[in-house]
């Protein structure tokens, strides 16, 4: 199968400090990868899609200038949490599209202090 | 996109067969079926999909009902390890955007 990778799988940050979280695809080349947010004991929540060489499309109700995604390489995409507040923690898990397939991630888990 | 709706438990025992349900009523006719389960704190694996025709791989069967509203996935013999959350997702095929929108899932619980 498939594997897609995240780094780092968990970060401390304190408020009002940006993170990156980078997901890269190992072994295909993902030219749409997904951004996923998961709270504690919810299900996951689209947050955006990132297409290689372009914007990312976001969803309704997610501050595209607060979570800045970039796109840059058919295995990498990164998601930067800006000024990041305690409301912000979360699990965050990307996938990577192979024809119609996504193969995700094993997440990050944020915690902003 | 076909939401999708599920019973949010279900307990199972071991070495038994698991039979979670979806139903998906406003499924349209290009609109596959995916099941994929969440283990606590991992990422989503995904099981199996399928279109109308039944499927079977080596972890599960996906059963689905001739008028595709619903559909039912079969763990044959169910393990421990098989404790998750699983999701039922609903999602077109082909464009360029194939986004997925979770459900609630139904968390299944394997009893020894």
């Known amino acids: 199968g498939a594997v897609v990778s995240q780094h780092p799988s968990w970060v401390i940050c304190k408020s009002g400090t940006s993170v990156k979280i980078e997901c890269r695809s190992l072994?295909?080349?993902?030219?749409?990868m997904f951004w996923y947010r998961q709270f504690p004991k919810q299900s996951l929540m689209l947050m955006a899609t990132?297409?290689?060489?372009?914007?990312?499309?976001?969803e309704q109700g997610v501050e595209k200038d607060k979570f800045l995604i970039n796109h840059a390489s058919l295995t990498l995409s990164t998601l930067t949490v800006t000024s990041a507040h305690p409301e912000d923690s979360s699990f965050y898990i990307c996938?990577?599209?192979?024809?119609?397939?996504?193969?995700f991630g094993p997440g990050t888990r944020l915690t902003v202090l | 996109d076909a939401k999708t709706t599920q019973p949010p438990s279900m307990d199972c025992a071991e070495g038994r067969a698991a039979n979670l349900p979806c139903n998906h009523s406003?499924?349209?006719?290009?609109?596959?079926v995916y099941w994929y389960r969440q283990i606590h704190s991992q990422g989503p694996q995904y099981i199996i999909h399928?279109?109308?025709n039944n499927e079977t791989n080596e972890m599960a069967s996906l059963i689905i009902t001739e008028d595709r509203k619903s559909s039912t996935l079969i763990l044959p013999h169910a393990t421990l390890r098989d404790t998750a959350v699983y999701y039922c997702?609903?999602?077109?095929?082909?464009?360029?955007?194939?986004?997925?929108?979770f459900g609630t899932g139904t968390s299944l619980t394997v009893i020894p």
């Open positions: 996938s990577g599209k192979r024809e119609y397939e996504q193969f």
């Open positions: 072994d295909f080349q993902a030219t749409t």
């Open positions: 990132s297409n290689e060489g372009s914007k990312a499309t976001y």
């Open positions: 406003t499924i349209s006719g290009n609109e596959y």
């Open positions: 399928g279109l109308k």
């Open positions: 997702i609903v999602r077109v095929a082909g464009g360029t955007g194939n986004q997925f929108y």
